[in-house]
């Protein structure tokens, strides 16, 4: 591991400056303590434009940045993260990798293995655990029984190079693993390619070591967005609205004989816009400085990424019989 002057400021790369990583070039130029030393991307008008914008310097080819700084966001599109992850990983350069990890778990395992080898940071960007309803639903969840899950969005072309599952359900997968914590014990899944080569609509039903059973959704061909989930155990039932950062609890409460559900207590928690992508670079920063390990780890990011591939594996064997 390189170690760290922490008298200066921590020195930044964002590789890969398309729709997201602009943002996260954006991010890390309005930090005090840290230094945008580039941004990389194979597009140079891109690269170029970006790094104007953000008074750094563009380049073409990662490999140009990987002795020049401590850490880098990788946001690239997810065939190229274990490359680019390894070569910087190779010299000793922490690294935020976009979600999902990598497109295998060949490939993650080998990104686990060379991180921990060498005392490295890997973090992976499951933006979802940043925003404060799915924070503050870590207070209320205990020991959920069933969980219903749905991600819908409208198409995006830029976002069909991997399967829905890995670009949209593996969100809620994350949380869902994150809230059980239990072993996934059967998957069943169907899906299917709409308008693009990879599944475009999914649904899996994972039913936990523990009894649990979540069933989640997710579609990129839906007329509009919504981004919910429902927690059903036995002290009540709890809904989240991902986009309106809005929880609603409903409990026992033998004193409630009106309302729409007599003999049960409705609460509504409403939460202020935040940025939770600033929130989750500032996260990555402090954890390299402080050489913590991230709540969202390589290996955290790797069983969420084994539930997925399973899903999109039953998927595309369904479609071929």
């Not at 509504?268 to 992508?277: E, G, I, K, M, V």
Request: charged content about 25%; proline content about 3%.
């Amino acid at each position: 591991m390189r170690p760290l002057n922490h008298n200066r400021k921590l020195r930044v790369g964002v590789i890969g400056v398309g729709y997201l990583g602009k943002f996260h070039a954006e991010k890390y130029a309005r930090m005090e303590q840290v230094e945008l030393v580039g941004v990389a991307d194979i597009n140079a008008s891109r690269a170029t434009e970006t790094a104007r914008r953000y008074h750094t310097q563009a380049f073409t080819d990662h490999r140009q940045l990987l002795n020049g700084v401590d850490a880098v966001s990788v946001v690239v599109p997810t065939p190229a993260h274990f490359a680019v992850g390894m070569d910087f990983l190779r010299h000793d350069v922490d690294v935020l990798i976009e979600k999902p990890l990598t497109t295998s778990l060949a490939e993650a395992d080998e990104l686990i293995r060379i991180s921990e080898e060498r005392g490295l940071i890997v973090q992976v960007g499951h933006l979802e655990r940043y925003n404060p309803a799915v924070i503050a639903l870590r207070n209320y969840v205990e020991r959920p029984l069933f969980i219903e899950s749905h991600r819908l969005s409208t198409f995006k072309p830029r976002c069909t190079d991997v399967s829905v599952v890995l670009d949209l359900m593996i969100h809620d997968i994350d949380i869902i693993l994150n809230f059980v914590q239990s072993d996934v014990a059967q998957i069943h899944a169907a899906g299917a390619p709409v308008t693009s080569d990879q599944v475009d609509i999914a649904n899996a039903r994972l039913q936990f070591a523990n009894g649990c059973v979540a069933n989640v959704t997710a579609s990129r061909i839906s007329t509009r967005n919504q981004r919910k989930i429902r927690v059903f155990q036995k002290k009540g039932y709890i809904s989240v609205d991902f986009a309106k950062r809005e929880i609603v609890r409903i409990q026992p409460n033998c004193e409630a004989t009106g309302g729409l559900l007599p003999g049960m207590d409705i609460q509504q928690h409403c939460f202020t816009a935040s940025d939770a992508l600033e929130d989750e670079l500032r996260a990555f920063v402090e954890n390299v400085r402080g050489r913590r390990a991230p709540s969202v780890s390589a290996r955290v990011g790797r069983r969420a990424l084994g539930v997925a591939l399973n899903i999109v594996a039953q998927i595309n064997s369904g479609s071929r019989s």
